[in-house]
């Protein structure tokens, strides 16, 4: 069974930075992309980019460019996700979740456990 | 961006019941829509992509329909496991975007 194992929990001050990491196991990681979905409490599911694995090419939402980065360790199977600049209404639960092989890839057939970000001063 | 609405935001139900939600994009998405399931403190599951074609492991009680710009998503007799909260997401352009949800509740 596919698995993504996202880290734990932070908790961080404004304006500081914050890396998550999304470990794959179970199938060729260079094979699939890696997507970052957020969700604030209480809220629905935003999209935040993808990453290629295979090539380290990623494309954000508009809204994340310039604030978002996402890069991948190949040996270790590992996405992460740097965010920086972070203002209070980043706090949510970010998922890692892998790029279905169809259509377009745009929609997500396995995904993390996610990780809570809780941005306060 | 393509906005993706859901109808109703929440619907109370009975174990059994006939379960019938709603997905409305602003244009069209062709056949690729997607269903997720989310139940609280969890990831969400996919249940349903290209519309109709129905995850591995996904009880045949859940079924999709429709094409271009409206979508349906049945439960056809409601089940315990199934009280949650359930996404409909635009897979056709980018960025994907979702639906903001509906939920499921025990009445």
């Known amino acids: 069974q596919v698995q993504l194992v996202q880290s734990g929990a932070e908790v961080k001050r404004p304006g500081a930075s914050l890396k998550v990491s999304c470990r794959a196991s179970r199938y060729t990681f260079t094979d699939y992309y890696i997507h970052w979905v957020r969700q604030a409490p209480g809220q629905g599911l935003e999209w935040m980019g993808w990453l290629n694995p295979k090539s380290g090419d990623t494309n954000l939402a508009q809204r994340f460019k310039g604030r978002v980065t996402m890069t991948r360790d190949t040996p270790i199977r590992t996405a992460y996700m740097n965010v920086n600049r972070l203002k209070s209404d980043d706090t949510a639960v970010y998922y890692c979740a892998r790029g279905a092989n169809w259509g377009s890839g745009l929609d997500f057939d396995y995904w993390g456990q996610g990780t809570l970000v809780t941005v306060s001063s | ?107």
């Open chain 2, 1 to 107: 961006d393509i906005q993706m609405t859901q109808s109703p935001s929440s619907v109370s139900a009975s174990v059994g019941d006939r379960v019938t939600i709603t997905c409305r994009a602003s244009q069209g998405v062709s056949s690729w829509l997607a269903w997720y399931q989310q139940k609280p403190a969890r990831a969400p599951k996919l249940l349903i992509y290209a519309t109709s074609s129905l995850q591995s492991g996904v009880p045949s009680r859940f079924s999709g329909s429709g094409s271009g710009t409206d979508f349906t998503l049945t439960i056809s007799s409601l089940q315990p496991e199934d009280f949650a909260t359930y996404y409909c997401q635009q897979a056709n352009s980018f960025p994907p975007t979702f639906g903001q949800g509906t939920k499921v509740e025990i009445k």
